[in-house]
């Protein structure tokens, strides 16, 4: 099995602040790493997938970038509405693993 | 607009069983995998399954916490995507969300199950 892991594990940012989120996956898996990020007591949402693209309705703020192993989810400017936590996904091969996890809060 | 809601979820005992359905609307839900995910009480999400298209087979896949245990299908006259769950364990506990694509692009808002004597 793929695994992934994130870092950091949480982290405390400023509104307005550039925020970037690394995902590390085990094996090659490619361009097929998605990010979704979950608000609390709410369901998850896609924002990026297949690494850079942006799903629709998302802010431009959010952006993805990598390929092969390493990937990173960036927010320029963050906004009140993006503290909550980001999770990545390869749908490379099965089972699609996640991350654990970054918890976005205010500093 | 794609919508995708849960329902069948519950108090239920270790060793018993339970169904839960997935009703999609706003897309032609037979030409679409459907997924099952999965996330324990203030924990992350696990990946549970899926089911592909009957026009690409309509195979399965399962993560092995689950394999053998939960079986995933689909009545695409009806708009609904089951997940069948036998052999319940307490580890089970999650609210269990259903989603469209491999990429998860829409999520239902999830149904609670509780195993639990």
């Known amino acids: 099995d793929i695994q992934m892991t994130q870092s950091p594990s949480s982290l405390s940012a400023s509104v307005g602040d550039r925020v970037s989120i690394t995902c590390r996956a085990s094996?090659?898996?490619?361009?097929?790493l998605n990010w979704y990020q979950q608000r609390p007591m709410k369901p998850p949402e896609l924002l990026i997938f297949?690494?850079?693209s942006l799903q629709s309705g998302v802010p431009s703020r959010f952006s993805g970038s990598g390929s092969g192993t390493d990937f990173t989810l960036t927010i320029s400017g963050l906004q009140p509405a993006d503290f909550a936590t980001y999770y990545c996904?390869?749908?490379?091969?099965?089972?699609?693993?996640f991350g654990p996890g970054t918890k976005v809060d205010i500093k | 607009e794609v919508q995708l809601v849960e329902s069948g979820g519950g108090l239920v005992q270790p060793g018993r069983s339970l169904r839960l359905s997935c009703t999609g609307s706003?897309?032609?839900?037979?030409?679409?995998?459907m997924n099952w995910v999965r996330q324990a009480p203030g924990k992350g999400l696990e990946w549970v399954g899926f089911?592909?298209?009957?026009?690409?087979?309509?195979?399965?896949e399962y993560a092995a916490s689950v394999k053998g245990r939960f079986t995933i299908s689909r009545d695409d006259s009806k708009s609904i995507a089951y997940l069948q769950m036998n052999s319940l364990k307490t580890e089970d506990t999650a609210i269990y969300y259903c989603?469209?694509?491999?990429?998860?692009?829409?999520w239902g808002q999830g149904t609670l199950v509780t195993v639990s004597s």
């Open positions: 989603t469209r694509n491999y990429a998860n692009q829409y």
């Open positions: 706003g897309f032609t839900f037979g030409d679409y995998v």
């Open positions: 089911i592909r298209s009957k026009a690409n087979g309509g195979t399965t």
């Open positions: 094996q090659n898996i490619s361009s097929y």
């Open positions: 297949v690494a850079s």
């Open positions: 996904q390869q749908s490379y091969s099965t089972p699609f693993t």
